[in-house]
């Protein structure tokens, strides 16, 4: 239960920083497309940690390069912004056999999202989020392999924020 709330507040604190003109990206977002968006990189950035080890070593304002799956709930992405939680490669999702809809929200294994889990806001030079929905603008989905780097962001309660500006979305994920 703490997992949602701060999920919650997490995604309530990211459509807050989306309301104000002068914290937003003022780019165009229409036009936008995974083959042409300049947050999407062609190779993988170097150094990518699990999402779990991050959440233990990296410090607020580090620079940081993370791998996860996009999932953790079962809405990760939040609507109007290229922002998204992913979870740590090593946490199963829920199996085709177990009946689940929604295998990105772990409903199977929710107890181990809790600590290897992070939330990952797509910003622009200036660190402004930016207004457009991830999938369109990366071209992915729930359960899509992704590696970002940007800068950590720690909450009080050990939450980890990446305000990235690349993302690689490995190959048949």
């Not at 080890?53 to 940081?64: H, L, Q, W």
């Amino acid at each position: 239960m703490k997992m949602y709330f701060s999920l919650t507040l997490v995604g309530i604190s990211l459509l807050a920083a989306g309301c104000g003109s002068s914290e937003v990206a003022t780019a165009p977002t229409e036009g936008y497309s995974a083959a042409k968006s300049p947050y999407l990189v062609d190779s993988e950035p170097a150094g990518a940690i699990p999402v779990g080890e991050a959440r233990e070593s990296t410090e607020d304002g580090a620079e940081v390069t993370l791998v996860g799956l996009i999932g953790g709930s079962s809405e990760p992405f939040v609507d109007g912004l290229a922002a998204f939680t992913i979870v740590d490669p090593k946490v199963p999702y829920c199996a085709d056999d177990e009946g689940c809809p929604t295998p990105w929200d772990y409903c199977c294994t929710q107890d181990q999202v809790e600590n290897n889990i992070a939330t990952v806001k797509i910003v622009d030079e200036a660190g402004r989020p930016v207004v457009h929905g991830a999938r369109g603008l990366l071209g992915v989905k729930e359960l899509s392999t992704v590696v970002v780097k940007g800068k950590a962001k720690r909450d009080d309660q050990g939450n980890l924020t990446v305000s990235a500006n690349q993302v690689f979305v490995r190959p048949g994920q």
